[in-house]
């Protein structure tokens, strides 16, 4: 079959959930509306994502007004868990029947005695915590110790931070390999991530030095089918982290929201076929986790900035979709995840202006749009949304 769309430039953004899930008082999280939420606290001036039709998805931005220049639409969350392992996963064809194991009151003495035995030193930590708050409490019994700080999330996930100027990052990423031995393919843990930090007590940052050891997908993803057609697939930011490089041609590193667009730019102009993925974090790690409603709100406007200049230089053959992983709302008392409906705003020429793609069972079915796009192997779980883009009586 022909390729309909020659490129399709597929933009997370990390966390930016509208609304709660049916399921979500099982995850603790009613009430959760990443979007909404804020725009009901912060008035927010979002023009381009307007433009797509994300006021049909989230009232409290306004009354819509005109044709939706792409398709709209939501995403609901099939897998079991909220984390962006599971999200993107997901996205790429793969449902999780189970949510990776997460542990609420640190991980067990038998864990860390293992861990501490393998790096030569102690640990710090070993408790649920926010990043930058561990950091704050911590830091400094770790400068002075040279004991690496250890935690955990409501997420599937062993932290690891450290001070660069205390352990250099080769040696944390050594502790993290090691970590990912024991809690990741002994357990089952979906990711052990590297958090290195720089600063002085009372004024430690968290550096862009972070990396991601994730599971390998337990089965082909669209990733991997698109490669093997030789269909070239690259990630921007931490995609390639999230599918542990699998599948994956070309990887783009990035340090915040700004650069990732950057970097999707760059793609866009050297690239001129497959797949371009990008995951904007900032979202996520900057200002969901922190609860920051105010900087959440303009990173939003930074965003639609940035979309806003991007548009036209879509190609006539180019699919642009942008959506989101899970919700992470920073009005709520928690500083994690919450499991809510993602959006899905599908732009270009070849679809029609103001198609509603209803609600979507899993976000599988991006994948499997993307596989129906490029004339790879269906996968096992989705249905594509390829031919709603552009209805025959269009």
């Not at 007590?201 to 030789?230: I, K, M, W």
């Not at 930074?302 to 992983?325: G, I």
Request: proline share 6%; glycine share 10%; with cysteine.
């Amino acid at each position: 079959m022909a390729v309909r769309f020659e490129r399709i430039i597929a933009i997370v953004l990390d966390s930016v959930g509208i609304g709660e899930l049916p399921d979500a008082a099982v995850y603790g999280d009613e009430g959760s509306d990443t979007l909404g939420n804020i725009a009901r606290r912060v008035p927010l001036h979002l023009p381009a994502l307007r433009h797509l039709g994300l006021d049909r998805l989230v009232p409290a931005l306004g009354q819509a007004v005109g044709t939706p220049a792409g398709a709209w639409g939501r995403m609901a969350e099939a897998s079991a868990g909220k984390d962006s392992v599971t999200g993107h996963w997901e996205m790429a064809g793969i449902v999780l029947d189970r949510a990776f194991p997460t542990f609420p009151h640190g991980f067990p003495p038998e864990v860390m005695d293992a861990f501490t035995a393998r790096i030569g030193r102690p640990a710090l930590g070993n408790v649920v915590a926010s990043g930058t708050d561990i950091i704050d409490r911590l830091g400094a019994e770790h400068m002075r110790t040279g004991a690496p700080i250890v935690y955990t999330s409501a997420d599937s996930v062993f932290q690891i931070a450290a001070h660069e100027g205390v352990v250099p990052v080769a040696d944390l990423y050594r502790y993290c390999e090691i970590a990912f031995d024991i809690v990741g393919r002994g357990l089952g843990v979906g990711r052990v991530i590297a958090r290195p930090f720089v600063g002085d007590p009372g004024a430690f940052r968290r550096t862009a030095n972070r990396h991601d050891y994730a599971l390998t997908p337990p089965e082909e993803t669209v990733l991997d089918r698109l490669t093997a057609a030789g269909h070239p697939v690259v990630a921007v930011g931490k995609i390639k982290d999230l599918f542990a490089g699998r599948g994956i041609a070309r990887h783009l590193a990035t340090a915040s929201d700004d650069e990732g667009m950057d970097r999707v730019e760059e793609a866009m102009a050297e690239v001129p076929r497959g797949l371009i993925w990008a995951n904007l974090v900032d979202f996520d790690a900057l200002y969901g986790h922190r609860n920051d409603v105010d900087g959440y709100a303009r990173n939003l406007e930074r965003f639609d900035a940035r979309l806003s200049d991007l548009l036209p230089h879509l190609r006539a053959s180019d699919l642009l979709v942008v959506t989101a992983d899970h919700g992470n709302d920073p009005t709520t008392p928690s500083t994690d995840h919450s499991r809510e409906y993602v959006p899905l705003l599908a732009v270009g020429t070849g679809v029609t202006p103001g198609v509603s793609l209803g609600t979507r069972a899993t976000f599988a079915d991006l994948g499997q749009t993307i596989a129906a796009n490029f004339g790879v192997a269906p996968l096992a779980h989705g249905t594509s949304f390829l031919d709603a883009l552009a209805p025959a009586t269009a």
